[in-house]
Every structure is written in C-alpha cells, then in structure tokens.
C-alpha cells in the first residue's frame, strides 16, 4: 500500500508540474479519477485507523493488568503489541498525510479550470 500511494502521490505530481495543455473535458476526466482515488485511500484510512485503534486500547488493557496483578506472563503480550502499534502507528500516519496531500492536489486540479478554494500555507 505504501508504495502504491506514494507512486500515485508522484503521478499526480508529475500531471500538476507538466506544462501540457490540456482542456477541460480532460481535467474533468483527471479530476474524477483522482476522486475516485481519494476515495479508495480514504477508506483504507478509516480502517487502519479502526485496527490503530483496537491495537491501542488492547496495549493499554494489557498494560494496565500488568500493573494490577503483576503478572509476568502479560509481558510477552505487551511487548507483542507494541510490536503491532509502532507500525501501526506509522502506516497511519502516511495515509493520513498522504490523503492531505490528496485533498491539495485535487484543489489544484480543480484551479486548472476555474477559480476554486486553495489553502494558504502562510496562515495558522
């Protein structure tokens, strides 16, 4: 999946920089397909956030069992999630980025054809 989107992320990039003149119908066409994209990521988004989620809270569950009982036999369940959620952690963080940098671009594209909401990186 990584490479998948982040190999999409760079063909949108290259269509953005390319200096081709394109007409609308065209955009229309580069637009809807980017959409559908957005889409698709943004549910592989909702889902690992799900899976992050349930990961976390069964760490917390098993961490805090651990500090009730003190039983030594949770350690090696502990250490197995955090073996899960550190990946976890950072995959999520690439969709979630990615599906940002998604949004920008498809506010670009859409400003290819007429004036359209674009964020201003300078305001907080």
Not at 55 to 78: D, H, N, R, W, Y
Request: glycine share 2%; net charge neutral; with cysteine.
């Amino acid at each position: 999946m990584k490479r998948r989107i982040l190999q999409y992320l760079d063909y949108i990039d290259g269509i953005l920089a390319d200096n081709k003149s394109r007409d609308s119908e065209e955009w229309d066409s580069i637009i809807r397909k980017h959409k559908d994209q957005i889409a698709f990521f943004s549910h592989e988004r909702l889902i690992h956030l799900i899976v992050f989620a349930l990961v976390a809270v069964c760490t917390v569950i098993s961490i805090m069992t651990f500090l009730v009982k003190g039983s030594m036999e949770l350690l090696p369940l502990i250490a197995l999630f955090f073996v899960l959620l550190i990946p976890y952690c950072a995959h999520y963080y690439l969709l979630e980025n990615s599906v940002q940098k998604m949004y920008d671009q498809y506010d670009e594209m859409v400003n290819k054809t007429e004036s359209y909401f674009r964020v201003d990186r300078t305001k907080k």
